[in-house]
């Protein structure tokens, strides 16, 4: 359960956030719509603690995340799978090791039983045969596959994906799409995904959410924003 | 005038940060937040990676002290003393900020590099939404790193320095060997030695500062990434120059 109340933030005289609230239950998929720069990550951001709000609050399962220390909230983070946009892979490590690092952290797994994890992972991926290469030898969309094998590899609770398909073709963004829906209803893990990628929202969503001008414009499941005169959302989803 | 308060401010806010941020990571280093294997490799890539220029400019400078020192000496007749002069002069000053400034050049920069790339990339951010404490997996065993190995180098430099002026002082000068080697133990006390080395560690602590704090706060993208690295070296060299002043007179002072 996710829980913004009345959350606000502004960067250098603008407005980013203004006054949002929203509850996320246990298990749903959430996509947020909008814009470029409208403060879609800056709102995932924030919901894992990386920044903090002007006003308001933001619990995950009751804990007040905008309240904890910063050693508090790396406990609450390990529950937590995170895809940053711009992947944000260790470039010092190959994919493998990539992968592996949270493993390696927070479990006490024998090198074997991770190595047949990673296997398997990579392998819904489609990446079999990465595993010693470093991400700068690997295309972006390569990249942001790696870094989502690694987001899901202890299999969390939460996940959080910003753009899981931007710079992927069309195919791969289906696929994609359709293994993050299906990691995620098979661990009942709540999720929430940011993109503007209208077709592969409807595709992985339970519920959408549009965002503009630091406001929740629309909220609701597909058939909702197919049937809605808003213009805002017509304009996005048309 | 408003903008000189300004940048007055600034500065005043700058060295707070970079003061909490050292206390960041001496809390961490106390409370035991350390990862041997990572330093390990630090000292490793910092260390191996400056080996080289480093005895190269030992080697060079230890040759030209003793050149030098063979003109100067045999003025007054005095050729037997190359040998004290060289290992007075590299031991107390010489092979301590030689070689902390090489270091600062290579490895500080390179840490920099490393952490603000990480930075721009996102890469810190992504340790800490994976539950893992950037500053301890990051930039403590780099500090740390180079805390072990510029004062390891340094004490390479002493020796490859001294070997140089042996060259020298056997083969142009034409003093015996093992008198020159003789001598040269004799030439360095124990206070000579450690006035170099509360040199060398405080660098170390300089270098690793400055660097790990530029690059731990970089932004801009990879412009960003290439001003603050040589933001980082540009402070490193100012600082050591002035510190090694300050401590020399204090050293002198104190101990003679
Ligand atoms: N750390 C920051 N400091 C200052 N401004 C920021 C910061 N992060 C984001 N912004 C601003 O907030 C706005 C929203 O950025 P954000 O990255 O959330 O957009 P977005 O909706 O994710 O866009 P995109 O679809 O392109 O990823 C932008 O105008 C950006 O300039
Ligand atoms: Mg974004």
């Known amino acids: 359960m996710i829980e913004l109340t009345n959350v606000s933030k502004t960067f250098s005289g603008q407005k980013i956030l203004d006054d949002i609230s929203l509850q996320i239950g246990t298990g749903e998929i959430v996509v947020i719509l909008g814009e470029s720069g409208t403060g879609k990550s800056v709102l995932l951001k924030h919901i894992i603690g990386l920044i903090k709000p002007d006003q308001g609050h933001i619990k995950i399962d009751g804990q007040d995340i905008s309240r904890l220390s910063e050693r508090k909230l790396l406990n609450v983070r390990k529950k937590i799978g995170f895809l940053f946009q711009e992947g944000a892979l260790y470039d010092f490590m190959n994919c493998f090791d990539n992968i592996a690092f949270p493993l390696r952290e927070h479990t006490r797994m024998k090198e074997r039983v991770i190595k047949e994890k990673i296997q398997k992972i990579l392998k819904l991926i489609d990446l079999q045969g990465v595993e010693d290469k470093l991400p700068s030898q690997l295309s972006g969309g390569m990249k942001k596959r790696v870094a989502l094998a690694r987001a899901i590899v202890l299999d969390s609770k939460i996940l959080f994906c910003d753009e899981p398909t931007s710079g992927l073709d069309p195919i791969r963004s289906r696929d994609i799409s359709d293994l993050i829906r299906n990691v995620s209803k098979e661990l009942n893990c709540t999720t929430v995904i940011t993109s503007h990628d209208i077709k592969n929202s409807f595709r992985v969503a339970d519920r959408l959410i549009l965002l503009g001008k630091g406001k929740i414009i629309a909220d609701g499941n597909r058939s909702f924003f197919e049937q809605s005169n808003l213009p805002q959302v017509q304009e996005f989803i048309s | ?256």
């Open chain 2, 1 to 256: 005038m408003k903008s000189f308060f300004e940048s007055m401010v600034n500065i005043v806010r700058g060295m707070g940060d970079a003061l909490w941020f050292l206390c960041d990571i001496l809390g961490h280093i106390l409370c035991g937040r350390i990862r041997i294997g990572e330093v390990l490799k630090q000292v490793y890539e910092q260390g191996v990676q400056s080996v080289i220029i480093i005895t190269l400019t030992s080697v060079a400078s230890g040759m030209v002290l003793a050149l030098q020192g063979y003109v100067a000496m045999s003025r007054f007749g005095a050729k037997e003393y190359i040998s004290h002069l060289v290992a007075l002069s590299l031991v107390r000053e010489l092979s301590p900020v030689f070689t902390a400034l090489v270091f600062s050049g290579k490895a500080g920069a390179r840490i920099t590099a490393e952490l603000g790339t990480m930075n721009v990339n996102s890469q810190i951010l992504a340790t800490k939404t994976m539950g893992v404490d950037p500053v301890e997996y990051l930039v403590v065993p780099r500090f740390l790193g180079t805390i072990i190995a510029l004062p390891v180098l340094t004490i390479i430099s002493e020796i490859v320095g001294i070997a140089g002026g042996y060259l020298i002082g056997v083969y142009e000068a034409n003093i015996p060997g093992a008198f020159y080697i003789n001598q040269t133990i004799k030439a360095i006390r124990y206070v000579d030695f450690f006035s170099g080395f509360i040199k060398v560690a405080f660098f170390s602590f300089i270098i690793s500062w400055v660097c790990c704090y530029q690059g731990y706060f970089t932004r801009g993208g990879s412009l960003g990434v290439g001003q603050y690295t040589t933001k980082a070296v540009a402070y490193s060299y100012i600082y050591i120059i002035i510190s090694n002043t300050l401590l020399t007179k204090f050293i002198l002072t104190f101990w003679g």
